[in-house]
């Protein structure tokens, strides 16, 4: 189920502006990529391309190539709709349907795209993907009780459980823990873990530690300035990244001189 992603000279322009410049990556399946850099080089910009969740901004635009596992994402006739039930995507604040149920929060997704399911098979999607998320045993005995009920790291689990429920490939997540206290950090970074045997994930985070925690790759992206478009500098294994980086840039962002 999971997918390999690979990026031929992406440029992403909002309007005339030039967001982003150049990116070729090759992101492998079950692997944890994680996305660095200073705010405003262009992470969420690039990240949103993957699933073709760029686009729906008025003017929004990509030129190149992003292949899901040697399909052109981007290619003639094909479906963004079908594309991001491919490549799901878990945002910064989790959001949920505050007022709908725990349940039909989890099936959100697969009633959006119109997929007939019996009751039985709704129950146990909804079990396999709360399981999946790790947040079944919480909320159990409350399946029928508003989303917007839960706590923030739950909330974000849920988010997690509907995204996993229409089967993608590919789980996209930008900065899924920049509004949870340390206790669901750790939660969601453990499910990220589990999740890897199963999904190609790709996290944006502005925490080195937990880049090195989570990822097994790390792509550092940077800026020269205001104005000037995102550029990917360096891609490598997260500790040679770290540790032994071969960019000035990567060094002085990764050893916190800047950023
Ligand atoms: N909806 C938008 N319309 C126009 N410009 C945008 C939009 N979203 C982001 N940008 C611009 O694109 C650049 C990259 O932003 P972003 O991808 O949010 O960076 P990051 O996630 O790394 O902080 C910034 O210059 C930002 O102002
Ligand atoms: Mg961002």
């Known amino acids: 189920m999971s997918k390999s992603i690979e990026v031929n ?8 502006f030039l967001a982003v410049e150049g990116v070729n990556m090759r992101i492998e399946p079950r692997t944890v990529t994680a996305f660095i850099g200073p705010s405003g080089c262009g992470k969420s910009t690039f990240l ?12 929004a635009r990509v030129a ?5 596992d040697g399909d052109d994402l981007y290619g003639p006739g094909v479906d963004p709709v079908a594309v991001r039930r491919q490549v799901g995507m878990v945002f910064q604040r989790p959001n949920p349907f505050p007022t709908m ?9 697969v ?14 999607l909804v079990e396999s993907s709360l399981r999946g998320a790790n947040l079944w045993n919480e909320v159990k005995d409350r399946l029928d009780k508003p989303g917007g009920g839960l706590s923030g790291g739950q909330q974000q689990r849920l988010c997690i459980a509907r995204a996993i429920a229409v089967s993608p490939q590919v789980l996209l997540m930008d900065e899924p823990c920049s509004a949870l206290d340390p206790i669901s950090t750790y939660a969601i970074e453990e499910l990220i873990g589990e999740l890897k045997s199963e999904y190609t994930i790709v996290i944006v985070t502005h925490n080195m530690q937990q880049a090195s925690r989570v990822s097994e790759r790390t792509a550092f992206f940077n800026i020269d300035g205001p104005g000037t478009p995102g550029r990917l500098i360096e891609f490598n294994d997260t ?21």
């Open 9 to 16: 000279d992406l440029n992403v322009y909002y309007g005339d």
């Open 48 to 59: 949103r391309t993957l699933n073709r969740m760029h686009e729906v901004i008025p003017g």
């Open 64 to 68: 190149g190539e992003v292949l899901l």
């Open 101 to 109: 149920s725990i349940k039909e929060n989890v099936l959100a997704g």
């Open 111 to 124: 009633r959006l795209n119109n997929k007939r399911i019996s009751k039985s098979d709704a129950s146990d």
């Open 239 to 259: 500790g040679a990244l770290f540790t032994t980086p071969t960019v000035q840039a990567t060094e002085d962002y990764v050893s916190g001189r800047f950023g």
